[in-house]
């Protein structure tokens, strides 16, 4: 029997360290006070405290680092922009501005920051199993082909150079990895693989030691100019920064990018399976890293692990009425057989156990764009909303703050995803009716497409796209 929820398989094999609940509140007043431990927070503190050495900065996690999505993810640190380059760049124009050229500065800005986190890593000496291997993304029906070209016509437009998303024929997938049915691809060259629990925990080690302090088990209740309340008492400070990710709803305050509805938790769900031998491996040639994903409405996404088993994620029951949250990450038996049944599709001859199953929630702005804010006047900063494209983001939106904080000069503060206005969802039952419908329609979609083996998007995805709010 396999290890349901416990966080994660990566969060339970390298969370030895105690929790850090005992730390006394801070009694004088801080110059900065981050909400959450995720990678947002993180590298927010991380950046702030490269930039100002003197600062005071504390942590406030509710749970513990990395409890979020930050220790839970696929491990895909990849160059897919935390949003929809055609919001972004229709958002661009509606302020006057080139749309296409203010994406393709996002774009390689999300670029850029994949090697300046390894950079730091390096620099810190955090080994999180990091590997470049690129993304392998590949179809097994003409309708998925045709929209992995119109994906990569419009990455070329957006900011990729043609040698950073490759196309591969159907033999060239299968020399990088050999899944079952794949007729071709692409491959996205700058992605890297890694363990996101040992990147957290690394950052948390780099940050105590630079003289962070981060306080667990306390919950930030409510923020306000210069005052954050937490479930300890409050704690008086110069700069505040929202990084709650699919948390981000259950904070009180107004500020830009915060309240009630600006984004919902969508679950994602991942098995881990039992370690593979060097012959299991040797068949599948899945040797140098690389990420692997498949180009079905309802995807996955893979990697191999550095101590060689394969984790694969994707949808399973996608939303909690009222915006519940995954708790300590259960999943359902339903959604477990669905991913097993999918990883025995791909590879029809592996046999293999799951050994752990768990899942976390995204955040999702109506408009499946991320947005980073920060009010001046209140020193108040919040990121989220980047769905299943953090970790990158979570880089880049620290940086970004840190910047932003610091008057906002820099390039990074005018990047187009700076206060990108989403939209609200809707109130319930709309909001639950709507993305379960969305679900449905895309898994049927995928059945369809694959039953008559469409060379087109079939109307039924389409449709579910348009109730999404993205483009498909
Ligand atoms: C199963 C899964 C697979 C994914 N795979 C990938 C992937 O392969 N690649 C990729 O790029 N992205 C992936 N993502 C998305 C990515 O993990 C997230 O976008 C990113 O980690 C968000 O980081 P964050 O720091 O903003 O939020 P989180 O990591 O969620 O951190 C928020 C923190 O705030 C804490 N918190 C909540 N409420 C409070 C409060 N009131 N007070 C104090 N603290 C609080 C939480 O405990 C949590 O630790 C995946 C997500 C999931 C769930």
């Known amino acids: 029997m396999y290890k349901n929820g416990r966080v994660s398989h990566w969060i339970e094999q390298v969370n030895t360290m105690p929790m850090l609940n005992q730390i006394k509140l801070p009694d004088t007043k801080q110059d900065l006070v981050i909400a959450g431990a995720g990678l947002t927070g993180l590298w927010t503190a991380y950046y702030a405290k490269k930039k100002y050495p003197n600062w005071k900065i504390t942590i406030v996690e509710s749970q513990h680092v990395g409890y979020g999505a930050s220790g839970r993810n696929g491990g895909w640190m990849s160059t897919l922009l935390p949003g929809n380059g055609a919001v972004y760049a229709k958002a661009a124009r509606n302020a006057g501005k080139d749309g296409q050229a203010e994406v393709s500065r996002l774009q390689r800005a999300v670029i850029d920051s994949i090697y300046e986190a390894l950079d730091v890593m390096k620099m810190e000496n955090i080994d999180a199993d990091q590997q470049q291997g690129g993304q392998l993304l590949y179809a097994t029906i003409p309708a998925g082909l045709q929209r992995i070209a119109r994906a990569r016509k419009s990455a070329l437009k957006l900011g990729y150079r043609e040698d950073e998303i490759k196309n591969l024929s159907k033999k060239e997938i299968n020399q990088q990895v050999d899944v079952h049915g794949s007729i071709g691809g692409i491959k996205y060259a700058h992605t890297v693989s890694l363990d996101p629990a040992k990147l957290c ?264 796209g348009k109730i999404a709010g993205v483009a498909t």
């Open 201 to 464: 925990f690394g950052l948390r080690d780099s940050l105590l030691d630079m003289g962070v302090s981060i306080i667990e088990q306390t919950s930030v209740e409510e923020i306000d100019k210069g005052l954050v309340k937490t479930s300890r008492g409050p704690i008086i400070t110069d700069h505040i920064v929202s990084a709650l990710g699919s948390y981000t709803p259950s904070l009180q305050a107004s500020f830009s990018g915060l309240g009630d509805r600006a984004l919902v938790p969508i679950n994602s769900s991942m098995i881990v399976t039992n370690k593979l031998s060097d012959d299991v491996w040797g068949s599948l040639r899945w040797d140098n890293g690389q990420c692997l994903m498949d180009a079905s409405h309802a995807f996955i996404y893979a990697q191999r692990t550095s101590d060689n088993r394969i984790a694969i994620g994707g949808r399973g029951t996608p939303y909690k009425f009222a915006s519940g949250f995954s708790g300590d990450g259960r999943v359902d038996s339903q959604t477990v057989k669905g991913l097993s049944d999918k990883l025995q599709s791909m590879f029809p001859r592996l046999e293999f156990e799951v050994e752990h199953t768990w899942r976390g929630t995204i955040g999702v702005t109506r408009d499946w764009c991320a947005g980073v804010f920060y009010d001046e006047t209140n020193k108040v900063g919040v990121a989220r909303g980047y769905a299943g494209h953090g970790i990158t983001s979570t880089h880049l939106a620290g940086k970004t703050l840190v910047e932003r904080m610091s008057g906002g000069e820099g390039e990074l503060s005018k990047l187009i995803w700076n206060d990108h206005q989403s939209g609200r969802w809707e109130p319930e039952p709309l909001r639950w009716i709507g993305i379960h419908s969305m679900y449905r329609l895309l898994g049927f979609a995928d059945t369809y497409e694959e039953k008559r083996e469409l060379r087109e998007t079939s109307l039924i995805a389409r449709f579910a």
